[in-house]
T-cell receptor
Framework: AQTVTQSQPEMSVQEAETVTLSCTYDTSENNYYLFWYKQPPSRQMILVIRQEAYKQQNATENRFSVNFQKAAKSFSLKISDSQLGDTAMYFCAFMRGGRGAQKLVFGQGTRLTINP | NAGVMQNPRHLVRRRGQEARLRCSPMKGHSHVYWYRQLPEEGLKFMVYLQKENIIDESGMPKERFSAEFPKEGPSILRIQQVVRGDSAAYFC????????????FGPGTRLTVT
């Protein structure tokens, strides 16, 4: 079974700083996807960024980028020029590719606070 | 195009009552996933349904929980004889087809058992 581990329960940085959230995962699959989701106080799950395992290039979405280290099974999220609106819970998630049910496996989350 | 809709947003039940949570997927989506989020935890998969079929219920508790996705109408997650430990946020996600990474989440239903 796949597992996802986020070792930082909480993080706090000043506005405009850069912050990196860590995530490791365990799988024997070769075809999979990795995701970062944001959950603000509204509790809505918002997809931040997605990475396909077969792609060597790290995904980037505006101020959000990932460092995908497949051999180390590591998938960290970097937020540049952090903003107050980035304050939220962040969840790393894994999804097996190919056939079968495409359920998401989530980590425990990291609570990120951006201070003014 | 409306997103995934869940209702009610908040539900309070006394121990022993039944809870019914509804999920209307995005238009054109025929695949629904239910996840549960206990306080201070990540979401955990419960069940995956297609119209009129349960495809994967490996995350469903063995007793008291059931789910359906009829040909017409929303998907329903039903919890019988609720206990305090059922208090959680329940999220529904939908996707347009199988074997896709696309899952669109609803706003969730927060169930409180008193």
């Amino acid at each position: 079974a796949q597992t996802v581990t986020q070792s930082q329960p909480e993080m706090s940085v000043q506005e405009a700083e850069t912050v990196t959230l860590s995530c490791t995962y365990d799988t024997s699959e070769n075809n999979y996807y990795l995701f970062w989701y944001k959950q603000p106080p509204s509790r809505q799950m918002i997809l931040v960024i997605r990475q396909e395992a077969y792609k060597q290039q790290n995904a980037t979405e505006n101020r959000f980028s990932v460092n995908f280290q497949k051999a180390a099974k590591s998938f960290s999220l970097k937020i540049s020029d952090s903003q107050l609106g980035d304050t939220a819970m962040y969840f790393c998630a894994f999804m097996r590719g190919g056939r079968g049910a495409q359920k998401l496996v989530f980590g425990q989350g990291t609570r990120l606070t951006i201070n003014p | 195009n409306a997103g995934v809709m869940q209702n009610p947003r908040h539900l309070v039940r006394r121990r022993g009552q039944e809870a019914r949570l509804r999920c209307s997927p995005m238009k054109g989506h025929s695949h629904v996933y239910w996840y549960r989020q206990l306080p201070e935890e990540g979401l955990k998969f419960m069940v995956y349904l297609q119209k009129e079929n349960i495809i994967d219920e490996s995350g469903m508790p063995k007793e008291r929980f059931s789910a359906e996705f009829p040909k017409e109408g929303p998907s329903i997650l039903r919890i019988q004889q609720v206990v305090r430990g059922d208090s959680a946020a329940y999220f529904c996600a939908s996707s347009p087809r199988p074997r896709t990474y696309e899952q669109y989440f609803g706003p969730g239903t927060r169930l409180t058992v008193t």
